[in-house]
């Protein structure tokens, strides 16, 4: 069995996965700040129109900062909503490729706004659920939950049965006061839909997160049944396997999902696994 710590790693890595954000970790641009102290490498960029103003304290690409700063001045310029919507685009993307995802929504939002549609709710949703999911600090987790709740329940007011807004939405709950809300959330969604893989992957998740390893691997099992090719449910599966001591099990997943054309930091992972259960 895999010692504590590597065992917690693993686990953080497949809530991520079932949480939608699929193998997003691993294709995280490197540049991302993650020592605060570092100040001096961090810059400021100021996103001002008229009564509209923003600060983010980021660290950016000398080619994001470029794009951002024509940007801002195309967008003081900008003479109607349907200008303005597209320079709010054009900037979520430069936040985006940076994975700056609060910074992201926070454009979104403006679009959404603009034009209140379910598309451009979701989408803002989105964006600021990958904020949550990547963020680190007790703040930026409140902060990014609170935002995500507020995009998605636009979307879900727009049409109740948009799944998988109700999907991410429940797993906010999950590090809150309430994680039963999340697990009741869910079951909706799978009362509408048995065979929704988004909430059978964050039930099997929450399942492994309980230690509750036997269930977790019931429902990676029946991701694979609607899906054999769900490279998620099968790490899902392998690492439930491992914890009920079916290495043998595990190994054969792991060595399946090697032949499979993945990320380099992911096949590095799964790797070390393998080599930890010889």
């Not at 902060?143 to 906010?172: G, W």
């Not at 992957?201 to 054999?228: D, T, W």
Request: glycine share 4%; charged share 25%; proline share 3%.
């Amino acid at each position: 069995m895999l010692n504590g710590f590597n065992q917690k790693i693993h686990l953080v890595v497949i809530l991520v996965i079932a949480l939608g954000s699929t193998l997003f970790l691993y294709s995280r641009p490197k540049v991302v700040v993650k020592d605060e102290e570092k100040a001096g490498k961090e810059q400021t960029v100021q996103q001002n129109n008229s009564k509209d103003s923003d600060s983010h304290a980021v660290h950016l690409s000398e080619e994001a900062e470029k794009s951002l700063s024509k940007l801002n001045a195309d967008l003081k310029a900008a003479k109607d909503n349907s200008a303005k919507t597209t320079i709010y685009n054009q900037i979520a993307e430069v936040f985006s490729k940076e994975s700056v995802f609060d910074s992201a929504g926070h454009y979104l939002v403006k679009i959404a706004e603009l034009s209140p549609t379910e598309a451009n709710w979701e989408r803002a949703g989105d964006t600021y659920y990958q904020a949550y999911s990547l963020a680190l600090s007790g703040n930026k987790i409140e902060q990014s939950i609170e935002k995500t709740r507020f995009c998605y329940n636009k979307v879900l007011s727009l049409d109740p049965q948009n799944l998988h807004a109700k999907t991410n939405l429940a797993m906010t709950y999950v590090t809150s006061d309430s994680p039963m809300t999340a697990i009741g959330m869910i079951r909706e969604v799978l009362d509408t839909d048995p065979n929704y893989i988004p909430a059978l992957m964050s039930l099997g998740a929450l399942s492994m997160q309980s230690n509750q390893f036997e269930k977790a691997a019931g429902r990676f099992n029946q991701v694979l049944k609607i899906n054999p090719a769900n490279t998620n449910a099968k790490l899902g599966l392998a690492y439930s396997l491992i914890e009920l001591d079916k290495k043998d099990e595990a190994r054969e997943i792991f060595n399946d999902v090697l032949k499979e054309d993945i990320d380099k930091v992911l096949r590095d992972e799964v790797t070390k696994t393998l080599n930890n259960l010889k």
